[in-house]
Structure formats: structure tokens, C-alpha cells
């Protein structure tokens, strides 16, 4: 087991050094840098600031350097908000983790729920709508389903904001602070679950029906125990603990940001920041939130991993 | 003993005689018992008729710009009202959809060719070639789709990519995205199924290369690639709209229903022309759902292991 992990330790290392390269190359490549793309400064004060910022030196020169700041932590300087861009994502970061989390519970208990439900009724009008709901949740763009969800609900009914976190202006603090959090949170939560729950639902529903089938849920329902004894004890626990590989992939959703969702909505979470950082070619910002999101994405398939063999004993990690 | 002997052979003879027809033929027979399937696939071909054919019969498929009949709400001369320019939203939305769509299929394809071709050589040779390939996919795979496509719009739009050649970058960025997973998928396959007694006749046989992977491998796999590529198009089409929509994929005056949908960027036609945006954001969710209910069904009737 821990020769398993070292071994996927290095790998992982491996990886990022690639993807680092990859993701350098890209941004590398694109013409045009945030001191190009100011019409506001004079030849010679490009210069400078180019000199200023390494612009100007090779491009693997300026990969090296990069990596070099990287290993330490350190993912240098944004350049439209002259702060490090870590501190830049971790004041972000937590706005984007609220409405992450928020959406990520709901998702996971409307999906058990009626996965649950659905799977128990296989075949009954319920279990065909929850399956066409599912399919029709997919298949949603994501940024359509935001627009459509605040020209109803926002525009046209005015229950609730159309974007933001706080109402401009306002100085609200305590509980009153905390209510209009929750008021500008519902509309992008709710987007947020609609897109996440189809997919969840249709995974337990399978679940569900895979093990209900097994032998040892015939054996309870012989013992004479109640049918709901048997869903909810025996097959639901049998039908989660697979689920939990699930959670570990979890982890770029929960602190990585929705990017379309936070844009459509306004919400000032690290999705946001980056769609920002995009139109200005911000590159410090944009390399280390890119280069986040991979570490994200490779720890997390590690996790998911190591869940599955805490899960499921039968599964050897070699 | 013998009788069963003959009798199986029988059937694998009788098998290899029709395999490809009967394939086709069991899967369509199965699918045709799914009604939602079914559905999904009857309004997926009403959709490409739409887009295909329906500009032919509209009065107004010249696209002509009409000053007076500007941003008009839906009407019996205009069913689903006017744009900016005094266009015919029904005809953009059919010629919008002809270019939607073929960017999904042409993705797909784009991505189903790649994928399928390196995962059966990464599968069946395995050492170096398997490590390059997959260590690259592993690394594509590390960078999630959406940052890495705009990153990849961004470059194109510096570059200033004349807008006619946009389309068939954005297909060649969507299967970029897309194939590592599919090779993947094909190379799990390729390594069972390179173990089997067929491929030790391939080798009695003394086949070349080449015939063992694309005639006696790459078909084994087919059943699986049908499902996953359907589902493909529906996740080419998704991220084509969201990238034109943000105006790094295909740009106007090519239509496509993303950027149709770019409408509602502007404050006023979003809270008070919702015709110009909620047509194409429906024609993209019905078109996708449809796939996505039809690759479902393909799934329940290729795969004998999804027992419903």
C-alpha cells in the first residue's frame, strides 16, 4: 500500500511537470500580452514593463523561472490586480466553495433519493419520468439554463437578485449579512444541482438495481424482514459505498469554480476571476488557476482511488 | 459431445456469414422495442430535416437585412420574430442548426478517429508506443475541457483565424479535447481482446499489422464506440455553444445556435427580447437530449453485459 502510493506520488509529479508544459506552451503562444493589449502606453513604457514583468526574455527561460516560483508556491504576480496570485484564489476560493458545496449536497441527496425511489419502482410511470428528468437535466448548456433561470425567476417574477453575492452598495452585517448571501445563492445553487443531479441520479438508480438483484437481498427478503428493512439496510448501504470513488472526484468541482455558472451569474468565486483574467490576458492568473485546476484534478483521481480500495476490500491497489 | 461441437460450429459459421448484417439487425430490432429510444431518434432525423431542408421552403433563407422589420416579436409573417438586422429568427435558427450539427458529427468523427486508431495501437504494441500515447492522454485528461478550449479559442482569436475557417477549427479543438478518453476506452478493449484465440489465428494465419488491428481488432470494439460516439455529438454540440456563445468558437456572421444565444449578453434583448435568444437554447437541449436518449438505448442494446 505504500509502496502503491509513493509510486502514484511520482507519477502524479510526473504529470503536472507535463501538463505544466502544456499549459506554459499554450499561454506562451497566444500573441498579444497584457502590456500589448494597453492602448493606453507609449513604446518605450512597453519596454520597460516588458523587461519588468521578463517578457522579453526566451521563452524557456521564462518556462523555467515560472516552474521554478511554481514548486515553491509561488505562482507570481497578477497583473490587472498587483497581488500574488495565490492570495488572489484563496479570497476567492472560499465564494466559490459555498455555492460548490451547497450545490453538491443537494445534488447528492435529491440523487439518492430518487435514484432510490426509482430504482425500487423500476418500469412505473415515476421511475420513466425520473429517467426522462435525468436525460433532460444533461442535456441542458449550462449557460442557457442559467440565463433561463433569471429571466424567469429573477426578470419576470423579481423573487430573486439576478447575480452578484450582495446587493451593490449594501453594508449589511450579521444575520442580515448572512440572509442576503443565502437570497443572491439561491438562483446559481439551484442551476448548479439542476446540472449536477441528472447524471447522480441515473448512477444510483443502476446502482440500485445492480444489487438489489443479489442473492443476499433475496436472503433478507426470505428472513421475513420488511421491504423496507431490506432497501434501505441492506441494498442502499451496499448501493452508497461504491458512491464514495464519487466523492473523491468531487474535489475540482467543489474548489475548482463553475466557470459559466459564476459568470452568468456574477458570483465573485474563482470561475469568475478567471473569466476576468481571460478577456484581460492576465497570464500569472490564468497559468496558476490553470495549473490549480490540474493539481485539483490529479489528486483527486488519486483519492478517488484510494476510496475505492477503502470501499470495496475486494479491490487489491498494487 | 460432437453433436454440440458441430452444433456451435454451426452457429459460428452461420454467424460469420450474416455478422455484420445481423449486428445491425438485432441492435435496430432491440432499439425498436425502447420507445424512448425510439423518440429520441425519430426527432433527431424531424431535426436534421429541419435544418437541412427547411431553409429551402422559408421566403426569407437569403439572410437579406430588412430595416424595417427590426427586433419584431413573434408573428404569423415571422413565426418566431426578427432580429437586430431584421432577419427571420425560424430561417437562422435552420441555418444555425446546419452548422451546429455538423460541427458535433464532425467532431465526433474527429475524435472517434484519433481515439480509436492510438488506443488500438497503444493497446496492441504496448511498451513505448502505450506509454507516449497514454502519458499524453493522461495529461490532456489533467486539464479540464472547458479552460483548456478557451485557452485554445483564445490563441485563435489572436491569431485572427478568418471567421469561414473558424468552424473547422472549433471541430478540430473539440476532438483534441475529445479523444484521449475514447483512446482509453479503445486500448482497455484492445488488451483483453488481444489475449483471444482469434488473434493467435491472425497470427497462425501470419496476417500483417495492420490487418490484425483495423479488420480483426478495431471491429471487435465497434459495439461500444456506436454508443459513445452518439454521446459525443450531443457533447460536441454542448461545448460548441458554449464556446460561441462566449464568443471564442465559431464567430457571426456564421450562425450557429451559441451564438445565436450571445444575444442575451445584451441587457436589453435578454430582459425584453427573449425570442432572439430562447429559440436556439431550446433547439440545442431538445437536439442534445435526443442523442442522449438514443445513445441510452444503443447502450441497452449493444452491450449484452446492461442487463435492464
Known sequence: MKAYIIRRLLYMILTLFGASVLIFGLYALTPGDFVDNNPKLTDERKAELKQLYGLDKPVVERYFVWLGNAVRGDFGYSLQYQQPVTSLLGQYIWNSFLIASASTLFTWLIAIVIGVISATRQYSLFDSVVTIGAFAAMSFPSFFAGLLIIKFFAVDLGWFPPGGMITTGSNTTGLAHIWEVIDHMFLPVLVLTMLGVGSLTRYFRTNMLEIIRQDFIRTARAKGLKEKTVVYKHALRNALLPAITLLGFELPALFGGAIITEKIFNWPGVGQLYMQAFSLRDYPLLMGFTMFLAILTVASNLLADLLYGVADPRVRLK | ?308
Open chain 2, 1 to 308: 459431445m460432437s453433436s454440440i461441437v458441430t452444433e456451435t460450429a454451426g452457429l459460428a459459421g452461420a454467424r460469420a456469414g450474416a455478422r455484420r448484417s445481423s449486428l445491425w439487425r438485432d441492435t435496430f430490432a432491440k432499439l425498436k422495442k425502447n420507445k424512448v429510444a425510439m423518440c429520441g431518434l425519430v426527432f433527431l432525423v424531424m431535426m436534421f430535416l429541419f435544418c437541412f431542408i427547411g431553409p429551402f421552403f422559408s421566403p426569407y433563407a437569403s439572410g437579406k437585412v430588412n430595416t424595417v422589420m427590426i427586433n419584431k416579436p413573434p408573428s404569423l409573417v415571422h413565426w418566431l420574430g426578427t432580429d437586430n438586422l431584421g432577419r427571420d429568427i425560424l430561417t437562422r435558427l435552420m441555418q444555425a442548426g446546419r452548422i451546429s450539427l455538423t460541427v458535433g458529427l464532425a467532431a465526433m468523427v474527429l475524435s472517434v478517429f484519433i481515439g480509436s486508431v492510438l488506443g488500438v495501437v497503444a493497446g496492441y504494441y504496448r511498451g513505448v508506443v502505450d506509454q507516449i500515447v497514454m502519458r499524453f492522454a493522461d495529461i490532456l485528461m489533467t486539464i479540464p475541457g472547458l479552460p483548456l478550449l478557451f485557452i485554445i479559442g483564445a490563441i485563435l482569436s489572436e491569431w485572427k483565424v478568418p471567421t469561414d475557417y473558424r468552424i473547422y477549427i472549433v471541430m478540430l479543438m473539440l476532438s483534441l479535447i475529445g479523444w484521449p478518453e475514447l483512446a482509453r476506452l479503445v486500448r482497455s478493449q484492445i488488451l483483453s481482446l488481444r489475449e483471444r484465440e482469434f488473434m493467435q489465428a491472425t497470427e497462425s494465419l501470419g496476417l500483417r499489422d495492420h490487418r490484425k488491428l483495423f479488420f480483426h481488432l478495431l471491429p471487435n470494439t465497434v459495439p461500444i464506440l456506436i454508443v459513445v460516439a452518439t454521446l459525443r455529438v450531443g457533447g460536441a454540440i454542448l461545448s460548441e455553444s458554449i464556446l460561441s456563445y462566449l464568443g471564442l468558437g465559431v464567430v457571426p456572421p456564421t450562425p450557429t445556435w451559441g451564438n445565436m444565444i450571445d444575444a442575451a449578453n445584451t441587457l436589453i434583448d435578454f430582459q425584453k427580447r427573449p425570442w432572439l435568444w430562447i429559440p436556439p437554447g431550446f433547439a440545442i437541449f431538445a437536439t442534445v437530449i435526443s442523442i442522449n436518449l438514443l445513445g441510452d438505448g444503443l447502450r441497452d442494446a449493444l452491450d449484452p453485459k446492461m442487463k435492464r
